[in-house]
């Protein structure tokens, strides 16, 4: 699953078209006003602009800190160049109220400056989003990384484990073969002689072949290892059982009768 895309476009595309919105519309109603709205309710409004203004612009510096923890990385300049431009435009605005050419660029400069934190503030916000969404994902496929190697190291225990066995037991069973023909051999008869030797000679051979086992080889898939005790040890490598010793010929036995 892929973070989202951080938003392509330049914010100086959506804050070239509401700059000269915004002054044509305080323009017409100043040019075109049927009636002047009191200096009381241009307070109030002002006020209420100023106030959603500075509430946005602390945001705007709280994501672009949140940004800098999360990515390392300042916003681009185009973003401050769009605040800065709606700061001084707002300082425009209220030169012209202060003209005295109309009392309606007062609430307009705090307009301003709310184009001027909103349209940057988008664009972090996004980048922002973007940034903990690839954290997100980078911390998921580190711990999936962490749980496979943990199932292949655990595979890789158990097969040499099983390894360690079979090396054992084709031991025990050449050193008894060998035991026996070096002890009993005068006593034995030929069938049981010409057993016990192809037992030796099989034995090492199964142990040339267990030792030519490499770890790579011997080290199953995740999906393998997640399929647990289950398998069968000698199916996994690959050696066929140990034939028995002939009947009353083992190396625990005593000399036939």
């Known amino acids: 699953m892929g973070a989202s895309p951080a938003p392509r476009r330049s914010p100086l595309v959506l804050a070239g078209a509401l700059f000269p919105l915004t002054w044509a519309c305080f323009a017409a109603l100043v040019v075109w006003r049927s009636s002047v709205p009191s200096a009381g309710d241009l307070t109030r409004l002002g006020h209420l602009l100023a106030g959603s203004a500075a509430v946005l612009a602390l945001v705007l510096v709280t994501l672009v800190v949140a940004q800098r923890q999360v990515s390392g990385l300042w916003p681009d300049r185009v973003q401050f160049a769009v605040a800065g431009a709606g700061v001084v435009q707002a300082r425009l605005a209220f030169v012209l109220a202060d ?20 349209v940057p503030l988008i664009w972090v916000a996004a980048e922002f989003h973007h940034g903990v969404r690839r954290q997100r994902d980078e911390l998921a496929d580190s711990l999936i990384a962490a749980r496979v190697h943990h199932l292949r190291h655990q595979a890789r225990q158990t097969v040499q484990a099983v390894q360690r066995h079979e090396v054992r037991s084709m031991l025990f069973a050449v050193d008894g073969a060998a035991r026996a023909l070096a002890d009993e051999s005068l006593t034995m008869s030929d069938a049981d002689r010409v057993a016990f030797g192809r037992l030796v000679v099989e034995g090492a051979e199964r142990l040339g072949g267990l030792m030519d086992v490499a770890p790579k080889r011997s080290s199953p898939s995740p999906s393998t290892a997640s399929a647990g005790p289950s398998s069968t040890p000698s199916a996994r490598l690959a050696v066929p059982p140990i034939r028995p010793f002939p009947p009353g010929c083992g190396p625990w036995a005593g000399p036939p009768t």
């Open 99 to 118: 003209a005295g050419s109309a009392r309606l660029w007062a609430p307009a400069a705090h307009v301003f400056e709310l184009v001027g934190f909103a």
